[in-house]
């Protein structure tokens, strides 16, 4: 695995400067390093946990000592995927659907929108949209008899 030719991210430059500090440590502390924990040596030198250490080494040989890089997850709840014309549609559904004493679930209103209008919007999107506020007042004013 070469570097050659490639940018050094900061993170790599800063595990540069903490191998120089503790090599320049164990120069500091005599001609004898010891060598049996390997580990402890990579984790002391780079300044990072030696739980982080195993784990690295263990995906490393898992993989057949090749070092894979991973994709990085995206985080967090997904963008509000709901337009500003569809929201009243919505609303109107759920207010319809509760005068008629039908309750409307997150489940429900997605396969009402993918029938409607074929729009297929996540379950995690709808839950904290103002269509799910709105369902969750249009329910409770139906349960204590409100219209």
Do not use: C
């Not at 993170?11 to 924990?37: C, H, M, R, S, W």
Request: without cysteine; aromatic residues 4%.
């Amino acid at each position: 695995m070469t570097q050659q030719g490639k940018a050094i991210t900061f993170e790599q430059k800063q595990y540069i400067i903490n191998l120089k500090k503790a090599f320049d440590l164990e120069k500091n502390n005599g001609p004898a390093v010891p060598t049996k924990d390997s580990v402890g040596r990579i984790a002391g030198s780079l300044d990072i946990g030696r739980r982080t250490v195993e784990s690295i080494l263990s995906e490393y040989n898992k993989n057949g000592q090749k070092l894979i890089k991973k994709t990085s997850k995206t985080r967090g709840k997904p963008h509000l995927k709901i337009s500003g014309d569809m929201i009243p549609r919505i609303r109107s559904h759920i207010r319809s659907a509760n005068l008629q004493g039908q309750h409307v679930s997150v489940r429900k209103l997605r396969s009402w929108l993918i029938q409607e209008f074929d729009a297929d919007i996540p379950l995690t999107t709808l839950h904290p949209s103002d269509a799910s506020v709105s369902l969750r007042a249009s329910a409770n004013r139906s349960m204590l008899g409100g219209g």
